[in-house]
């Protein structure tokens, strides 16, 4: 039987665009430019830190001639242009949000990234119109450890929790959102290809491709 959807919420990295290699590989790229040679377990120790902690861990680890500043400096010219000219939509993503919005289902998001990153990434590939707010974990001072992003969102939207969708990628938030009472619609991303079981068993919904989902939605 299909599900009732009457609003979505939507995670932006690995959920709406194929950012998540960019994250995974700053630390690996700064290294590879100076010509030093990153150790193997690089991608997982700095997987789960901050930017400016993960700078000040690569500079300490690899006895670097640089400070933590250079560091993020280089991360952040690699994120805006990443964000800002390459990034690419999520496979079939827009096909369904177009669906959504016919059969008039609210939108919005609620993202770790930075409004000024998200919105030109948005706009690029044409999903920004299916959206009627961005919620930020920097605006709201709250991590998605912490579920009110989650029920900010939900506030704004006026559906019921039980027929707001999240719709997210990552174990810690797909954990968040269905604690705090959201069915979940969780998509692959190679980023948690190692916690895929965890994130089936917290989601009402997995998926690889979004054109799977017009058999588990009522649209």
Not at 163 to 175: C, L, N
Request: charged residues 30%; glycine residues 4%; contains cysteine.
């Amino acid at each position: 039987m299909a599900n009732k959807i009457s609003a979505a919420i939507f995670d932006l990295d690995g959920t709406l665009i194929d950012s998540m290699p960019i994250w995974n590989d700053l630390s690996f790229n700064f290294l590879t430019a100076r010509g030093v040679t990153p150790k193997p377990d690089l991608r997982d120790r700095v997987s789960t830190m901050f930017l400016r902690e993960s700078s000040q861990y690569v500079v300490d680890e690899y006895n670097l001639d640089c400070t933590a500043e250079d560091v993020l400096a280089f991360m952040h010219e690699q994120i805006d242009n990443f964000y800002i000219n390459l990034v690419p939509p999520k496979e079939d993503v827009i096909p369904f949000l177009e669906k959504l919005k016919k059969a008039n289902v609210k939108m919005c998001i609620a993202t770790a990234t930075e409004r000024r990153l998200a919105i030109p990434a948005l706009e690029r590939n044409g999903m920004l119109e299916y959206f009627d707010r961005i919620f930020t974990c920097a605006e709201l001072g709250v991590s998605k450890r912490d579920p009110l992003i989650f029920e900010k969102a939900l506030q704004f939207l006026g559906t019921e929790s039980r027929e707001t969708y999240v719709f997210e990628d990552s174990p810690h938030a797909v954990e968040t959102a269905a604690k705090a009472g959201f069915p979940v619609a969780a998509v692959y991303d190679e980023s948690a290809a190692g916690k895929e079981k965890e994130i089936r068993e917290l989601s009402k919904v997995f998926f690889y491709k979004y054109e799977e989902l017009d058999k588990f939605f009522d649209i």
